[in-house]
């Protein structure tokens, strides 16, 4: 999608679109108690660096949720406001679910601030599900986006749960977007076959401080995790780099990233192994001026030219193409799919590598067999896929993936049991109807059948980070974030996070809303028995109603 600017005329997925810069100022009322006496407040001198870092809360409705920022103001309580955010910042919201990127860094005022405003200009989510036997494709899998090529600002919420107090050499903001408030869609998923669809976009973001500590534990304190990149550009001092954040927008979303003596490379063995054009995969800090201190390096495929980062939609038990959707995607050929640039169409074969993230280092000891290859990979799955040359899908022919890696990602879903297994405890818990594993699970002629796609085994041990104020116990929704296997039939999770979860919900409805009216671009891959789907996008005549 393109950035979108004031006052021009463009069209989005074929759409007249006009634009506008909408505001909208959420005030909130300072105050506090405590049954001691009043602290002073603390002094306030000069500026404070801050860095504001963008997340997401979700639960497993949505696979993508993309908001073009255009600005954020803080207000503070004397009303003075402060540019926080200001030009075109396209973010992708799902990849984010209870982790954090950062954008920005800047000196703001110290003071207390009270208040936000945002200006989204274009955005857009999709949600994935298998059209009913009812339907005129039945079995086909359907990926409908909802899109605005503007935000009213009647639409959009900032809202700082408590005052922010910018004080001290540095700190950081997260702008985390709610995305179960956020938006409004038919509860089937897609839209009507005829007839008019009504939804809304409703960004909805609270705005909280961050503190950096000296060894971040979470996202909280500075922990990055999964940050995927292209390295833009090398340091002139050894050990540093300009890295692109992986984006489906032309971003210019980029950090600056530092290594040291403690940094752990995979893939390639050491710093002097990146180039320019090198695709990273990335944990690390963010230190106070808002660059990132690498503590572990990345590269599963350092020849590659394109990546695609997503869940894997079909996989057809007698062909050896596939579909992947993507939600992160880098490199220079993207462009030759035409419009079908980010279907993700993909063939494997012999040659294709198989591999696993790095971030793990509890795999030996797990009580199954952690693996992942061509026999046992599962639509529902993050997968990062990597290749040569992107080839025009309209044209006949399947991108051959060079590079297969599983990557990391969150599920959402509520704990029916536990139970010991050696060093760590086995959670069973229940997905959503609605989560992309047993939605997927549902297409004719899967290359594998799960025992039950609407239940995964969470193995927890000691080196899993447990952030949940919830207790991790039967009856609980809670996220957790970790490499999803099949064993066998069985999804079993090595977990390295455990937050708390987002109840489940069916869409909202778009009552208290002023819902832009119209139909969303909707791509169905209709297919049975094996065979391999063609591909229809619906595009339909779109209207808003500002």
């Not at 030219?305 to 993507?326: H, R, T, W, Y």
């Not at 009216?517 to 109603?545: F, K, N, Y």
Request: negative net charge; contains cysteine.
């Amino acid at each position: 999608m393109p950035l979108l600017r004031p006052g021009r005329s463009l069209s989005v997925f074929g759409f007249p679109i006009f634009l506008a810069s909408i505001a909208v100022a959420i005030g909130l009322t300072a105050g506090c108690g405590s049954s001691g006496a009043k602290k002073a407040p603390p002094p306030f001198s000069g500026d404070t660096e801050v860095t504001v870092v963008v997340s997401s809360t979700a639960n497993d409705a949505l696979s993508e949720f993309n908001l073009d920022i255009q600005s954020l103001t803080l207000t503070s309580q004397s009303g003075a406001t402060v540019a926080v955010l200001a030009g075109d910042w396209p973010v992708e919201f799902m990849h984010l679910n209870g982790e954090i990127e950062p954008v920005v860094a800047l000196p703001i005022p110290q003071g207390i601030y009270t208040a936000a405003t945002a200006v989204i200009g274009s955005a857009s989510f999709t949600c994935l599900t298998v059209m009913p036997a009812s339907s005129d494709t039945p079995g086909s899998l359907d990926e409908s986006t909802y899109a605005y090529g503007y935000t009213p600002n009647s639409q959009v919420t900032v809202t700082l749960p408590s005052p922010i107090t910018i004080t001290g050499d540095a700190m950081g903001l997260t702008l985390n977007l709610q995305v179960s408030q956020s938006a409004s869609y038919p509860s089937t998923c897609y839209p009507p076959e005829s007839g008019i669809s009504q939804y809304s976009i409703n960004p909805t973001f609270n705005v909280t401080p961050m503190t950096f500590a000296a060894q971040p534990t979470n996202a909280g304190n500075g922990k990055v995790n999964e940050v995927e990149g292209e390295v833009s550009e090398l340091g002139t001092t050894g050990g540093s780099f300009t890295m692109s954040l992986a984006t489906l927008a032309n971003s210019r979303r980029a950090i600056s990233v530092s290594s040291d003596s403690n940094t752990a490379y995979q893939g390639i063995g050491n710093f002097s192994a990146l180039q320019v054009g090198t695709f990273v995969d990335m944990d690390g800090t963010i230190l106070p001026d808002g660059s990132v201190l690498a503590t572990r390096i990345a590269s599963y495929n350092p020849t590659a030219l394109n990546e695609m980062i997503g869940p894997l939609e079909q996989l057809a038990a007698s062909e050896s193409n596939f579909f992947s959707f993507p939600t992160e995607q880098q490199g220079q050929t993207y462009s030759a799919q035409s419009g079908a640039q980010s279907l993700g169409v993909y063939s494997y074969s012999s040659s294709t590598s198989y591999g696993i993230s790095g971030q793990m280092s509890n795999l030996s000891s797990l009580p199954f067999v952690g693996s992942f290859n061509a026999s046992n990979m599962v639509t529902g799955q993050n997968v990062a896929i990597f290749s040569q040359q992107i080839t025009d899908y309209y044209g006949g022919d399947y991108t051959p993936a060079t590079t297969m890696t599983l990557m990391p990602q969150i599920i959402n879903g509520t704990v029916l049991g536990s139970a010991s297994t050696g060093s760590f405890t086995d959670y069973t818990v229940a997905l959503a109807s609605y989560d992309l594993f047993p939605t997927l699970a549902a297409q004719p002629g899967q290359n594998m059948v799960l025992n039950n796609p609407g239940q995964v085994e969470v193995y927890v041990d000691g080196n899993t980070q447990q952030l949940n104020t919830q207790a991790l116990a039967a009856g609980n929704t809670l996220r957790f974030y970790g490499l999803v296997f099949n064993d066998n039939g069985t999804l079993r999770m090595d977990c390295a996070q455990v937050s708390d979860g987002v109840a489940f919900v069916a869409p909202q409805s778009n009552s208290g809303t002023q819902a832009q009216v119209g139909e969303p671009r909707t791509i169905r891959r209709a297919g049975s028995r094996g065979m391999m789907p063609t591909i229809t996008t619906l595009t339909r005549s779109h209207e808003t109603q500002p």
